[in-house]
């Protein structure tokens, strides 16, 4: 635990640029996502589907031929791919930061987060259908 | 076309209403897509936490960017929001949708019943309502921060953040809400965290909860890429536009209309759960 005020300067202007760059790669990826989904929106609604007709199934090992032939549901699945990504690049962007930083601490939570959203993967791939 | 452009402008006022009101879009999505486009419960939320993911990861960038959030103490706290949200996605499948929909008409009516109690009070300047998780990245009032608490995590009250940190996990994971209504009170009551400080952490640890039952929701089929398009981005051109004249709208009239939709929308939903 890092009290308040104790922290040399030369140590908060590193973590104040981490975090800086951190920041900017959520926004970076946030505004991908954006696009992505922008595109995905303008294919679907220029195709006349609407958001009511019937889900598509759309899996990963699909998607990629279905982006190359520009099919709305692939664009819209690979935008919310990066849509839930982004937390999880901002995790792993940290854990990075605080190995480097040789914040042992801080790098076990992240890698601990890491590990709960893949159970969560696994155990939803085990029990869905 | 109409009905995809309909979702559109819906996404865009329940962002609008978000950022201007301090509220995640969470609150507003589900039942724009239940109640106004019929849409099962659990779809809505898998919707929502989409929309919710993208609108949090915009602002708190700008948050780390300016240095205003805790990232140490929100990655310490959402390792227990996340384990709640992996708990929640769970058991989210195994509920019935109409105890889903009575659920989320008491979180309307808590929501509704705080902004009631934040309307009879008038905050300082210095203490101006929580941003909302999608707020602002261009919040005049989000760029000032006490620099000696930016890394620190609390001295006291770490294990009540903790529990509670879970608690929203799996709040926000049933309804598909950020949790923001419950991390920063949690914050900045019980562990002392300023509230600017507290609120761009919540809006930090909103992303990874959402992603860890979006996740589940996704590998279930629950996230309809048609609706999830269209709504997630009227939400974010909606909370990025709102965020931007927040300071210059008189939100007590605003305020007051909205506890008023807030207590529609739980009768709503309560009349849904009764089926």
Redesign the interface.
């Known amino acids: 635990m890092s009290a308040p005020g104790r922290l040399a300067p030369s140590v908060r202007a590193r973590r104040a640029a981490d975090e800086r760059r951190i920041g900017r790669l959520l926004i970076a990826i946030t505004y991908v996502a954006v696009a992505i989904l922008t595109v995905g929106v303008v294919a679907m609604l220029a195709a006349g589907i609407s958001p009511l007709d019937p889900p598509p199934l759309i899996d990963l090992a699909t998607i990629a031929s279905g982006v190359a032939s520009l099919r709305p549901e692939a664009i819209l699945g690979v935008g919310i791919v990066v849509v839930v990504a982004t937390p999880i690049v901002r995790v792993i962007a940290a854990a990075v930061t605080y190995a480097r930083s040789g914040e042992t601490r801080m790098l076990l939570i992240s890698i601990a987060i890491l590990a709960v959203i893949l159970v969560g993967v696994v155990s939803a791939s085990l029990t869905q259908g | ?1 109409l ?3 309909l ?2 402008a819906g996404g865009a006022v329940a962002g609008v209403f978000g950022s201007l009101l301090g509220l995640g879009g969470g609150v507003l999505i589900v039942p724009l897509l239940t109640l106004g ?2 849409l099962p419960l659990r ?1 809505a939320v898998g919707v929502s936490l ?1 929309c919710v ?2 609108t ?3 602002a ?8 205003v ?1 805790n ?2 103490l929100g ?2 706290l ?2 227990f929001t ?2 709640g ?2 708990l929640g ?2 058991i989210a ?1 195994l509920l019935d949708e109409r105890l889903l929909a009575l659920l989320f008409a008491g979180l309307l009516l808590y929501v509704a019943a705080t902004m009631l109690r934040a309307g009879r009070r008038t905050p300082a300047p210095a203490e101006a309502p929580a941003p909302a998780p999608t707020e602002a ?1 261009a919040t005049p009032a989000a760029t000032s921060v006490d ?7 609390p ?1 006291h009250g770490m294990a009540v953040g903790m529990v509670g940190s879970f608690g929203a996990g799996i709040v926000s994971a049933l309804l598909g809400v950020g949790g923001g209504i419950i991390k920063v009170p949690l914050m900045n009551l019980a562990m002392g965290v300023p509230l600017r400080v507290a609120t761009a952490t919540s809006n930090l640890m909103i ?2 909860t ?7 929701y ?4 629950q ?11 009227g939400v ?1 051109v909606g909370a990025t536009a709102g965020s931007r004249v927040a300071h210059r709208i008189p939100l007590r009239y605003l305020r007051w209309l909205f506890i008023v939709v807030l207590v529609y929308t739980a009768s709503q939903m309560l009349l849904r759960a009764i089926g």
Do not use: K
């Open positions: 076309m009905v995809g452009l979702m559109l486009f019929g779809e989409v993911i993208m949090s990861s915009a708190a960038g700008v948050y780390l960017e300016r240095h959030a990232l140490r990655m310490s959402e390792l996340a384990i949200a992996l996605g769970s499948f990245p620099p000696r608490t930016d890394d620190a995590l001295s992303g990874i959402a992603a860890a039952s979006a996740v589940i996704a590998l279930h089929g996230i309809d890429p048609y609706v999830a398009g269209p709504t997630a981005i974010f």
